[in-house]
């Protein structure tokens, strides 16, 4: 079992980019497959991004496609959420989240990962 830990959050000027980092331990994350997630205050916990345990299948949501990646360094035992042209509706607090999977899908719901970090503040200024 591994335990998640994100950093790389902080406060950024809308436009601007930010790389999230969710590092694990306690074990090898090489067989996780790991999504990034969100919440606003007030709203529920969304999907952002997804990456399987190869990172050769990956998953966005609609409102982040083209501006978001994710990417993995399983010799860092480390997953990348990378954004750019930030936006103020960007604002939330951001969750890694991990299962040991060895699937070709990239989950997008809550329900599969059974792993979650404690979360990063990200605050998008307009």
């Known amino acids: 079992q591994v335990q998640l830990g994100e950093s790389g959050g902080g406060l950024v000027q809308a436009g601007g980019s930010l790389r999230l980092s969710c590092t694990a331990s306690?074990?090898?994350?090489?067989?996780?497959?790991t999504g990034w997630f969100r919440q606003a205050p007030g709203k529920e916990r969304e999907f952002v991004a997804a990456i399987t345990w190869s990172g050769r299948v990956t998953s966005y949501a609609d409102s982040v496609k083209g501006r978001f990646s994710i990417a993995r360094d399983n010799a860092k035992n480390t997953v990348y959420l990378i954004m750019n042209s930030l936006k103020p509706e960007d604002t939330a607090i951001y969750y890694c989240?991990?299962?040991?999977?060895?699937?070709?899908?990239?989950?997008?719901?809550?329900?599969?990962?059974?792993?979650w970090g404690q979360g990063t503040q990200v605050t998008v200024s307009s």
């Open positions: 989240a991990a299962r040991n999977v060895q699937s070709t899908v990239a989950a997008t719901t809550t329900s599969t990962y059974p792993y």
């Open positions: 306690g074990g090898s994350f090489s067989t996780y497959g």
